[in-house]
């Protein structure tokens, strides 16, 4: 079975697909609106890459950088003629989902990542239809959280299935460990980029409540990332 992404090629959500996929004996074929730079599919021989191009983008345009996104029909097309799928599933509907929805490729899955409902429907009008657009030429719709499939699913009319995100329990395993919050502590965690569309701050308040109501509860904190806000956060 031969099965087309439609995604960016570098992206950690790509590869965790891509990996899933080829551990299950199947072909896979990568559209992308990003070049690779990692060179992690060198040693997959079961992947091809069939076009990876980052379009010029010129700051001073804003939105108008979007026009690129309408161009990529033909070359998208090219690409299931030559890989001939039986499944085509686009990643993040405000950019590869949009490319694959106007250039009429099926059978379509389509993915919301997050940021691509919870805030890109929101930046004009023009963002908020075009995601409806999107969405109704999907034959499914996937979300990886519930909170994200209740978004996702105010801007179409077809039910949304989950996906979530695994882990391999085999690697993570309940295991005696040291850490460096020392023995029986409770310890939350978020891997995020501390940007503010994550809104760690918020996450810091609560738990600071938190501390403040089970005083008694051993209670620890990690958020592991990089952004622009990791010295305020710190701070």
Request: proline share 6%; net charge positive; aromatic share 10%.
């Amino acid at each position: 079975m031969r099965i087309l992404l439609i995604s960016d090629v570098d992206s950690p959500h790509t590869q965790q697909w891509v990996s899933g996929l080829v551990g299950r004996g199947l072909e896979i074929g990568i559209f992308s609106l990003r070049d690779e730079r990692l060179g992690w599919t060198d040693d997959l021989p079961q992947v091809r890459v069939l076009y990876a191009r980052t379009p010029t983008y010129f700051p001073a345009l804003g939105v108008l950088n979007n026009i690129n996104l309408f161009t990529y029909g033909p070359s998208l097309r090219r690409a299931v003629r030559d890989f001939r799928p039986d499944l085509i599933h686009a990643h993040n509907l405000g950019n590869h989902g949009l490319v694959a929805a106007l250039a009429g490729v099926q059978p379509l899955l389509l993915s919301a990542w997050g940021s691509d409902i919870f805030s890109h429907p929101h930046r004009s009008w023009f963002h908020h239809y075009w995601t409806r657009y999107t969405l109704r030429r999907g034959q499914r719709i996937l979300a990886t959280s519930k909170v994200l499939a209740e978004e996702t699913a105010k801007y179409c009319e077809q039910a949304v299935a989950l996906t979530p995100f695994g882990i391999d329990t085999q690697r993570f395993a309940p295991r005696p460990r040291k850490h460096r919050f020392g023995a029986g502590k409770l310890l939350l965690g978020s891997v995020k980029s501390l940007e503010p569309v994550y809104n760690h701050a918020w996450t810091l308040r609560c738990f600071a409540q938190l501390c403040r109501q089970l005083p008694e509860v051993p209670l620890a904190l990690v958020l592991v990332g990089k952004g622009s806000l990791a010295e305020a956060l710190r701070s």
